[in-house]
C-alpha cells in the first residue's frame, strides 16, 4: 500500500508556471505506474498525466500537451507535474494517483488503486 500527498498549488496568472509535487509513503515508488488527474466544479475528474514506473514511458492529455510535463524520483518516493503556459481553463483540484497493476502508464481513472488529497490549482485571467 501506499501513501500519497500533494503540495504545490496555488493561484498564478495565466500564462505562469507551477510545480506540482506528490510525495509517496509506504510501498517503494517503483511499484507504481504513476498519474495525475484533475477535477474541475461540475465537472468529472479527467485524466492529465501518467509515467511509467521508471519514467522511461509518459502519456499526456491534449489539452495539456507541450505545456505539462510529468516526472519522478523513485530515490525520493515522489512525483512532479511541471505546468507552463498555464490558462484558466487549467483550474481545478489536481490529484496523484498510483496504479499497482499496469505496465504501462494508463490513462484510465478506474486503474488506479491510490489517490492523495488533492491540490488546488487556480489560474486567473
Known amino acids: 500500500q501506499v501513501q500519497l500527498v500533494e503540495s504545490g498549488g496555488g493561484l498564478v496568472q495565466a500564462g505562469g508556471s507551477l510545480r506540482l509535487s506528490c510525495a509517496a509513503s509506504g510501498r517503494t515508488l517503483s511499484s507504481y505506474v504513476m498519474g495525475w488527474f484533475r477535477q474541475a466544479p461540475g465537472k468529472e475528474r479527467e485524466f492529465v498525466a501518467a509515467?511509467?514506473?521508471?519514467?522511461?514511458?509518459?502519456y499526456y492529455a491534449d489539452s495539456v500537451k507541450g505545456r505539462f510535463t510529468i516526472s519522478r524520483d523513485n530515490a525520493k518516493k515522489t512525483v512532479y507535474l511541471q505546468m507552463n503556459s498555464l490558462k484558466p481553463e487549467d483550474t481545478a483540484v489536481y490529484y496523484c494517483a498510483a496504479d499497482r497493476t499496469s505496465y504501462d502508464p494508463s490513462t484510465l481513472l478506474y486503474d488506479y488503486d491510490y489517490w492523495g488529497q488533492g491540490t488546488q490549482v487556480t489560474v486567473s485571467s
Open positions: 509515467i511509467s514506473n521508471y519514467g522511461v514511458t509518459t
